[in-house]
């Protein structure tokens, strides 16, 4: 720097006043050489500027926010060194904010900010100047940046981050407990003065909690507080800037504390005695009634257990916890009698479920009540002595024998009469029936225990309209009384050539009888057995006996079945015996013994065909039978000449006239069961396809000679003949009708032929006397002449 240039440096003095907020500038030479200006850094960047060769070198600017002047407002002057201040050198501003936030003075480079600002929305500004010559428009320095930095002032109130904090702190915890932490921030620059530095303070909810005054944190101040007598706290926190001095600006939050519950409140009765009245009819599982306790602690803390400690007599009642009403139920654990016992004194117990240990030494977590149960007495049903009765009788007992006993009694005070009956539905062959007063009961009819071994009835016993019931169990013991027989049907088969001593089968008895010991069946030989020379029976000793040959060479052709009679006994007192048969059938074998040729029926069952498949087979061959009958009888009917011989002959056959008939009069049909049943015919029964004569006035004519009816009778007498002589005529009188016209009708012949050449020449009015078949053809004819001849 020159040293005459004095007023550059005065200037640069009054521009680093703290109250002014400009800057210095240092002007120096362009040919001078480079030198080291102290404290003048980039900005950002902390490192020592060094300036190179050119007119103008400046440190950074700063300025105040928030300037409230109706004037611009100055930040400093930009000047070069190579201004003579002839007005040839023009300064141009550029970079943020420029002409919108900073102006400069082209002829002197005052630099002036034309707005307000504020440090927390922008700290700083970068922009540049360029020195140029006005008339040429060349620059004459280099084009260089500078910074503009805006200097804080405490106009930002402290910001909590939530309006409203909530938090919890279990009840009676000690003091100093850590609730919530709060936490504001100041917009304010915090490397600038105290204007950030905060302060926290509680405003409400002393002195229950308190706050530290660095971190927010918020503690517990007083010890013991109670849920159950305060839950909820209302806390009001400030945060306060310039370290909490006057005149620093402040903000607020609330926080909602609420006190979480503990266990530390034990269950109580809200009676000592309770009482109840119940009939003695209660069931056991019923419910008597409910007792409850009550616990001002809230949630799992409330949870109670109730429990019988003691009682008149133990075992009578239990009493359960209802978990969604902590309620104590008490319920009847074994029957109640109102003749033994009219009331019931029981002690019950509540506990929390959930005790806290530490809690313990302020009280006993628990309290105890009586409960008085009365009953009231009921007409009750009789009592059986027991829930069922089992008994036993054996099945050869007499009519009338008693098997057992019952007993019901009535435990009402008045001790009525009890009777007895068995329930019908249970006994309906009626084997057994009980006396009605005394409960015995005996056989009414006969027992077979191969029928049925046990017998369940039920005994009602009543009195005074109540009644109850028992289930009675009746085992028939067996008797001896069934003799033992072959367990199957046997036939045997003995080989021609067989010898001596050869078993031809091995059989085995059943027996209906149940012993106690088990079977034992011993076999013989039936004496005075027929066929004792030819075979024998040994006992094998275990329920089955063998049939042996006693001879060898056996025939067929001299006897080829043998009838061997066993007798069969049993072990059991009294002995029973029976006698069974077997059939051995005297068979051709081959070498090995195999069965070749017996009976028919041997060889059937060779043939291993069954009893079903014989009858199927015979079956079948009936069915066969019939078919071939069948087919040669319809063969031979064929055979047979038909009653018509030909068509073309009409005088045999039945002509059918398609005339007109009576049209809608004609109601009534021709009834041909006449034809079909002669007999049936009444001699007086009229004609129903014409109206009798006497509805209708007749008109007499003279009898035709009898020579006239010749060849009608002619007729008939042909056909009869033909009739009788033909072989293919049927066995049984039958009725033939035959249409002969003859030659007398009255219509005369109803052909065309040989007709008058005109119908004027006819005339009709003959057919109104034919009766009401012909009427409508007469109405026809008749107006038809009634229209030719009008």
């Known amino acids: 720097m020159r040293a005459n240039h004095l007023p550059y440096l005065l200037f640069v003095i009054w521009v680093l006043l703290p109250c002014h907020g400009g800057s210095m500038v240092f002007f120096r030479s362009s040919g001078e050489e480079e030198s080291k200006v102290s404290g003048g850094t980039r900005a950002g960047t902390g490192a020592a500027l060094r300036r190179s060769k050119r007119g103008w070198m400046w440190n950074q600017f700063f300025l105040q926010e928030e300037y409230t002047g109706t004037q611009k407002q100055y930040v400093g002057k930009l000047q ?59 620059g004459i320095e280099p084009e260089t940046e ?104 402040f903000g607020t939050t609330t926080v909602n504390i609420t006190l979480l519950d503990v266990n530390d409140n034990p269950p109580k009765f809200l009676q000592s005695t309770y009482q109840f009245s119940i009939p003695e009819s209660k069931g056991t599982g019923s419910e008597i009634g409910r007792i409850k306790a009550t616990d001002i602690d809230i949630g799992e803390n409330a949870e109670m257990d109730y429990s019988v400690i003691g009682g008149d007599i133990p075992d009578q009642f239990e009493i359960r916890t209802d978990k969604a009403t902590q309620e104590g139920v008490i319920i009847v654990k074994q029957p109640l009698d109102y003749e033994k016992k009219k009331e019931h004194t029981l002690h019950v117990q509540v506990e929390n479920s959930y005790p806290d240990p530490s809690f313990h030494h302020n009280s006993p977590f628990q309290d105890t009540a009586s409960v008085k149960i009365y009953l009231e007495d009921v007409e009750e049903p009789p009592v059986f002595e027991r829930s069922s009765y089992t008994m036993e009788v054996k099945e050869d007992a007499d009519l009338r024998i008693v098997i057992g006993f019952v007993s019901a009694t009535d435990h009402d005070a008045f001790h009525n009469p009890v009777r007895y009956s068995i329930d019908t539905r249970t006994n309906v062959d009626q084997l057994f029936n009980i006396h009605e007063r005394n409960g015995s009961i005996y056989t009414q009819k006969f027992l077979d225990r191969e029928e049925s071994a046990w017998h369940n009835i039920s005994v009602v016993a009543r009195e005074l309209g109540q009644s109850s019931r028992v289930p ?74 063998a049939i042996l040959t006693r001879r060898s060479g056996f025939s067929r052709l001299h006897e080829n079945i043998y009838q061997v ?92 006239y398609n005339d007109e008939g009576g049209g809608e009069e004609d109601t009534q049909a021709f009834d041909i069961g006449t034809l079909q049943n002669p007999q049936s015919v009444e001699e007086c029964k009229l004609r129903r396809d014409i109206i009798p004569e006497a509805l209708y006035p007749q008109v007499r004519r003279a009898p035709a000679p009898a020579h006239e009816n010749n060849d009608v009778r002619i007729f008939i007498n042909k056909k009869v003949y033909e009739n009788d002589s033909s072989p293919t005529a049927l066995p049984y009188d039958s009725l033939a009708t035959y249409a002969y016209e003859g030659n007398g009708s009255v219509a005369e012949s109803l052909s065309s032929l040989g007709s008058a050449n005109s119908d004027r020449d006819q005339d009709y009015n003959y057919l109104n006397d034919w009766g009401p078949r012909f009427r409508r053809l007469a109405d026809l004819y008749e107006t038809e002449d009634c229209n030719r001849y009008s």
């Open 80 to 138: 070069s060194d190579l201004d003579k201040g002839d007005g040839t050198v023009r300064y141009i501003l550029s970079g943020e904010g420029a002409d919108s936030i900073f102006t400069i003075e082209e002829n002197t480079g005052n630099l002036h900010a034309i707005k307000k600002l504020d440090r927390e929305e922008k700290a700083d500004y970068l922009l540049r100047i360029r020195a140029v010559n006005r008339t040429t428009g060349l």
């Open 146 to 249: 500078f910074m503009v930095k805006i200097h804080d002032i405490n106009d930002n109130e402290p910001k909590f981050s939530k309006e409203l904090y909530t938090a919890s702190v279990p009840e009676m915890s000690p003091v100093g407990t850590s609730v919530t932490q709060v936490t504001a921030t100041d917009a304010d620059d915090s490397s600038y003065g105290n204007s950030a530095k905060l302060v926290y303070s509680i405003l409400q909810g002393q002195p229950y909690f308190s706050v530290d005054s660095d971190t927010g944190i918020i503690k517990t101040a007083l010890a013991n507080m109670d849920r159950e007598k305060r839950e909820h706290y209302h806390v009001v926190i400030q945060a306060k800037d310039m370290a909490g001095q006057n005149g620093g600006l």
């Open 472 to 545: 009675v169990y009746i085992r028939v013991l067996d008797v001896n009384d069934n003799a033992p027989v072959f367990d199957t049907f046997y036939e045997a088969y003995v080989c021609e050539y067989a010898k001596a001593g050869q078993t031809i089968q091995t059989v085995s008895a059943m027996d209906m009888d149940d012993p106690v010991g088990g079977h034992r069946f011993t076999f013989n030989m039936a004496p005075e057995e027929p066929a004792q020379s030819n075979f024998t029976v040994q006992d094998l000793g275990d329920n089955t006996a």
């Open 565 to 656: 009679h066993v007798v069969i006994k049993d072990g059991d007192q009294p002995v029973q015996s029976s006698t069974s048969t077997i059939q051995v059938h005297v068979c051709a074998c081959d070498q090995d013994g195999n069965v070749e040729l017996c009976s028919t029926t041997a060889l059937i069952q060779t043939a291993g065909l069954s009893t079903g498949a014989l009858v199927a087979i015979l079956l079948c061959i009936i069915i066969l039978l019939m078919i071939v009958v069948l087919f040669a009888a319809v063969w031979r009917q064929k055979k047979k000449d038909p009653l018509i011989i030909s068509k073309e002959d009409v005088r045999d056959n039945i002509v059918s």
